[in-house]
């Protein structure tokens, strides 16, 4: 089946750092991917849809300066937390997949911030 | 503002009993309901997919049921081993709007 694969899988650093997370889709070609953060015993809140050779679009409230997303390939897309802070340690996680069909996720990245 | 709603308590039973899970849903009309499940510190993984049109759905151990007119499915594990504990997540999906999850249920299954 699709695999997703997600690195780095676990980042602890200092605050002010920037920090980059790579979603690779292995074995199809990923027009679009997606890029949640999950907390603890809650659902998954959709950040934002990365999208092939164009702007990433973003929900509601999710800074984009604060959040970039690069999706410069059809297999890889990225997440980088600039200026990250305590209050953005969270399980990150991205997947791929089209309107109706399944999401293929990623094991998703724990950020700690120190 | 549309919602989705799990069992926030988690569920625990016997070994070889089956096990039933809940997803409601309001103020949405989704064009299809998925599964997923979930391991502690991993992504989730996707198990069934059932479309507006469709009552039920099964694959091995797994059914899921959709009543749209009740805003409701069900998600049954038959034969429950300890293997199955683990959480899981509904997700409603409509083109157009994004893909909506809810918040999980935890399941475990005791030997």
């Known amino acids: 089946g699709a695999v997703v694969s997600q690195h780095p899988s676990r980042v602890i650093c200092k605050s002010g750092t920037s920090v980059k997370i790579e979603c690779r889709s292995l074995d199809f070609q990923a027009t679009t991917m997606f890029w949640y953060r999950q907390f603890p015993k809650q659902s998954l809140m959709l950040m934002a849809t990365?999208?092939?050779?164009?702007?990433?679009?973003?929900e509601q409230g999710v800074e984009k300066d604060k959040f970039l997303i690069n999706h410069a390939s059809l297999t890889l897309s990225t997440l980088t937390v600039t200026s990250a802070h305590p209050e953005d340690s969270s399980f990150y996680i991205c997947?791929?997949?089209?309107?109706?069909?399944?999401?293929?996720f990623g094991d998703g990245t724990r950020l700690s911030i120190l | 503002s549309q919602k989705i709603e799990q069992n926030s308590e988690a569920l625990n039973i016997q070994e070889g009993k089956t096990a039933t899970l809940t997803c409601n849903y309001t103020?949405?009309?989704?064009?299809?309901l998925q599964w997923y499940r979930q391991d502690p510190g991993r992504g989730p993984v996707f198990l069934l997919l059932i479309r507006e049109n469709e009552k039920e759905k099964r694959k091995e151990r797994l059914k899921v049921t959709f009543d749209t007119t009740l805003k409701q499915s069900l998600f049954h594990i038959t034969a429950s081993q300890p293997a199955d504990s683990a959480t899981y997540l509904c997700a409603l999906g409509s083109r157009g709007f994004k893909t909506i999850f809810g918040a999980g249920t935890r399941l475990f299954v005791k030997a």
């Open positions: 990365s999208n092939e050779g164009s702007k990433a679009t973003y």
């Open positions: 103020n949405y009309s989704p064009a299809y």
């Open positions: 997947s791929a997949g089209v309107w109706d069909q399944p999401q293929h």
